[in-house]
């Protein structure tokens, strides 16, 4: 089974509008990190956003916030006010384990989303 | 900021040729690992590597590749003997070691591997 699911292979979004691009995970690891990396077309991994399992409340960084709805294993990154700029693949990763050692575990990445956005 | 830097950008190898594949992770990072994806695909784990030892590898890494810390700095994956199905893109990465268990892995800009 697949660990990390993304649904929406490509979308098109209108500048200044705000995306959601869903993310579904599965683990029996109650211990778990959330990730979500922009690919852009020069190709390097760009870090956009954390949520940890036991995180209480849904983690935000300027115009990205992580939709965490841990009940239906999902994590979808919503970007408000779309730029020209936020045009690339979009990955979600998980990490099983967070505690300890397990922060060195690996990363597991879904299949990405590519997002064209429309001036 | 710091980075993780990969040498070179792109290498076009012939196959059967053995590559090495270099990286320097950030500096006070403990963990490091390799990646690949190849084009269209999603980002697949390699191997990871913590107080000079492989920690995990995956089903790909196979006795084919290598890892190596020759030296306090530089992070290498060599590739014995190239096979077509080993163009991708690799990704070097690193994470400092948290107690909390939420430091993100930095990416470094990857090496575009072409095999002829």
């Known amino acids: 089974a697949q660990k990390i699911t993304q649904t929406q292979p490509g979308m098109f979004v209108q500048e200044k509008e705000a995306v959601t691009l869903d993310c579904t995970y599965d683990?029996?690891?109650?211990?778990?990190?959330l990730f979500w990396y922009k690919q852009p077309s020069s190709g390097e991994m760009i870090f956009l956003i954390y949520?940890?399992?036991?995180?209480?409340q849904n983690a935000t960084e300027g115009r990205y916030s992580l939709n965490f709805q841990k009940a239906r294993k999902s994590a979808n990154l919503v970007i408000s006010a779309s730029q020209l700029g936020d045009s690339a693949m979009y990955f979600c990763?998980?990490?099983?384990?967070?505690?300890?050692?397990?922060?060195?575990?690996?990363?597991?990445f879904g299949g990405g989303t590519r997002v064209l956005v429309k001036p | 900021e710091p980075e993780v830097t990969q040498t070179p950008s792109h290498q076009v190898t012939q196959m059967g040729q053995e590559v090495i594949l270099r990286c320097v992770p950030i500096?006070?990072?403990?963990?490091f690992y390799w990646y690949r994806q190849i084009l269209g695909q999603k980002v697949e784990f390699l191997v990871s590597?913590?107080?000079?030892?492989?920690?995990?590898k995956s089903e790909i890494f196979d006795d084919q590749f290598s890892v190596e810390r020759p030296d306090g700095s530089n992070f290498t994956l060599k590739i014995r003997s190239t096979k077509l199905e080993d163009s991708a893109m690799y990704f070097c990465?690193?994470?400092?070691?948290?107690?909390?268990?939420?430091?993100?892995?930095?990416f470094g800009p990857g090496t575009r591997l072409t095999v002829t």
């Open positions: 990763a998980m990490r099983e384990g967070t505690v300890g050692g397990a922060a060195g575990n690996k990363l597991t």
């Open positions: 683990t029996s690891d109650p211990s778990y990190g």
């Open positions: 590597f913590y107080n000079n030892e492989i920690s995990e």
């Open positions: 990465a690193s994470t400092a070691f948290s107690g909390t268990g939420i430091s993100e892995q930095y």
């Open positions: 949520q940890g399992s036991y995180d209480q």
């Open positions: 500096s006070n990072h403990l963990y």
